[in-house]
């Protein structure tokens, strides 16, 4: 499975902001991770292409919304009112298989090169 992100970049705090991932494969659980300056990887969002739950870590219900394009294999993060501390290398990755949306970076054996997002306040 390849997984391509984009739609990082500079922001002010506030704003909105769209991280697309284009995924190769159909059917397969993909998940949004980040990585902030200084701390290891977290869990942010997850969903499976092809119908299946939406899983969303705590601290981010309410600001982000994953959501999918069965059709063009594209899922989508919609990041609202970003702070500071959201600034991070966001990566999607995959299980490669139709499984639930596991959290830990080790349950995903598939990752695609981060975005990187800043966000000034």
């Known amino acids: 499975v390849q997984l391509q992100a984009s739609g990082g970049g500079l922001v002010q705090a506030g704003t909105s902001l769209r991280l697309s991932c284009a995924v190769s494969a159909r059917n397969v659980a993909v998940a949004w991770f980040r990585q902030a300056p200084r701390k290891g990887r977290e869990f942010v969002a997850g969903i499976t292409i092809g119908g299946g739950p939406i899983r969303y870590e705590d601290s981010v219900k309410g600001r982000f919304t994953i959501s999918r394009d069965n059709v063009e294999n594209t899922v989508y993060l919609q990041i609202d009112s970003l702070n500071p501390e959201d600034t991070a290398v966001y990566y999607c990755?995959?299980?490669?298989?139709?499984?639930?949306?596991?959290?830990?970076?080790?349950?995903?054996?598939?990752w695609g090169p981060g975005t990187l997002v800043t966000v000034s306040s």
């Open positions: 990755a995959s299980t490669g298989a139709r499984t639930g949306v596991p959290i830990r970076v080790t349950d995903y054996p598939y």
